[in-house]
């Protein structure tokens, strides 16, 4: 054998089955009771702690390619590795130029891949533009080459990513739904959010809180209405992605209750935060979009996700400069960016808050952060399984260890988390990639002694966005570097994540409960 994880702990339904895992060539060959006559190059004692399927996370924006400032697929992947994260999904939008081709999925992959140190697949990109200029050729391009899913959004994201008009919207649905591909909408309505924001600046509000009032829950489910409509005229798969609304989750329900093929995801942040007093707090810092919502919101998503209609857990992991984006001088409620980091502390907080505290089963803690995403993106069973066969991507979990977040102890490359303080239970001890042991908590790790720095982060100038040439860290580029040498518990180089390709078409099943 090449490894084995002994006294392992793993789910079996809402039970812990205490085994010894055997690997082989990056596969799981087999799982004994005894070891005794078994030879390996390596065995790792679990210690009886739960040993989870590799959890993944289908929703981040590492925005390396054309915004080296802002976080890089490096120290993404390095913060995904220590939140029990084996596999990320990125989406196509952050990057210039934007993915919405093969040719610039490429370009992206050869860029960001010998960045990454955990495995990653791909979102698919398709815009208004695409629409009206005739380019809807490249939808099923990119789902041939091994897209996931296809992102669209309904309001505006970034100046290489046009947002869709309804009719442009529909298009991309029809488009897509030919592929037996997802298609993932930003659900907020745009005249909704564009009227109401403006109102609200012209009112003098610059209260945190203004944000989200601004963009209303009825934004996101006139939004998601419209998407289930399209959804149910085109015949596309739909998934709405970083639902924030407990109306949106009730939507979602009606809908698999009518057969429709729409799921959901929920972000840890929408399930643990309220916009009153995150917003009050932090001010920029907990600035997203859609935004955090209201007390109430987050209970109806943890009934959500008992019931059915939130298929699974992502973050929506887009940290910004925090210098020349969220708190430079001048910058206020409305102008700051909006994007908070997530990677890194999904897997902890749904364990901590979720599973420790009785909010969810074991099966479901397996399947909203491993299988379920697994499945609807086409990746299962090589990732979000324990079986023969799979992927030895493993999540090594101490269910009994208390710490707390910490700004300062980040490895995303950010500095600041509206989750600053939140107590946890519940702690990542080790993560396995194929095999291969990627983060050890409490380890220094390798990234203190690369030697190549210079050639991991080396942007083509004519992949450089405009946000770049005024950020901070043009300016003072030895604070990556740093920031690199200062990131604990690494294991592997640079490069050592590989690149997934959609392993098939697959759909989650329509399990509702009442």
């Not at 979990?397 to 519940?426: A, H, R």
């Not at 990627?438 to 690369?450: H, I, S």
Request: glycine share 8%; net charge negative; proline share 5%.
């Amino acid at each position: 054998m090449d490894l084995i994880i002994k006294n392992a702990n793993i789910p079996q339904g809402d039970e812990m089955v205490l085994t010894n895992i055997l690997v082989k060539d990056e596969k799981i060959v087999g799982f004994v009771d005894d070891i005794n006559m078994i030879d390996a190059k390596e065995i790792i004692d679990a210690n009886k702690n739960l040993v989870m399927p590799g959890c993944i996370d289908s929703h981040t924006h590492f925005m390396y390619q054309g915004f080296p400032h802002r976080e890089n697929f490096l120290t993404g992947t390095a913060a995904a590795a220590t939140g029990g994260v084996t596999t990320i999904i990125d989406m196509p939008c952050c990057s210039v130029p934007s993915v919405r081709s093969v040719e610039q999925l490429e370009t992206k992959l050869g860029i960001c891949g010998p960045q990454a140190v955990v495995d990653y697949a791909m979102w698919g990109g398709v815009t208004g533009e695409d629409v009206r200029e005739g380019w809807m050729n490249n939808v099923k391009e990119q789902a041939d080459y091994g897209v996931v899913a296809f992102k669209v959004y309904m309001t505006p994201s970034v100046p290489t990513y046009p947002r869709v008009t309804d009719p442009e919207m529909f298009e991309c649905f029809k488009a897509v739904s030919e592929t037996g591909l997802p298609i993932g909408i930003h659900a907020e309505n745009f005249a909704m959010c564009d009227f109401y924001v403006n109102k609200f600046k012209e009112e003098g509000r610059l209260d945190g809180p203004a944000w989200a009032e601004a963009r209303m829950e009825l934004a996101e489910k006139v939004a998601i209405e419209l998407g289930i409509s399209f959804a149910e005229a085109s015949k596309a798969r739909l998934h709405i992605v970083h639902m924030s609304t407990g109306v949106g989750a009730k939507l979602v329900k009606e809908a698999k209750m009518r057969g429709l093929d729409v799921t959901s995801e929920s972000c840890p942040h929408y399930l643990t935060l309220n916009y009153q007093d995150a917003m009050t707090e932090y001010g920029p810092l907990a600035k997203i979009a859609p935004p955090l919502r209201t007390k109430k919101d987050n209970v109806e998503h943890w009934k959500g996700i008992n019931d059915g209609s939130i298929d699974f857990i992502a973050t929506d992991h887009a940290p910004y400069e925090i210098e020349s984006e969220k708190l430079k001088e001048g910058t206020n409620i409305w102008t700051s960016f909006p994007g908070i980091p997530g990677v890194e502390t999904m897997v902890p907080v749904i364990v901590s808050e979720g599973y420790n505290k009785g909010r969810i089963s074991l099966s479901k803690l397996v399947d909203i952060l491993s299988t379920n995403a697994a499945k609807h993106y086409g990746l299962y069973p090589k990732k979000g399984a324990l079986n023969i066969g799979s992927d030895a991507d493993f999540a090594i979990i101490d269910l009994n260890k208390e710490w707390t977040i910490k700004n300062e102890n980040l490895v995303t490359m950010c500095g600041y988390t509206p989750l600053e303080g939140m107590k946890l239970k519940g702690r990542i001890i080790k993560t396995i990639v194929r095999g291969n042991l990627v983060y050890e908590d409490g380890e220094a790790g390798v990234l203190g002694n690369l030697e190549n720095y210079d050639v991991l982060f080396n942007n083509p100038e004519e992949l450089t966005s405009g946000e770049y040439k005024v950020s901070y860290r043009k300016d003072h580029p030895e604070l990556i570097v740093e920031h690199v040498k200062n990131i604990k518990g690494i294991k592997v180089k640079p490069g050592f994540g590989k690149f997934i390709k959609r392993q098939t078409i697959s759909k989650l099943d329509k399990n509702i409960k009442f």
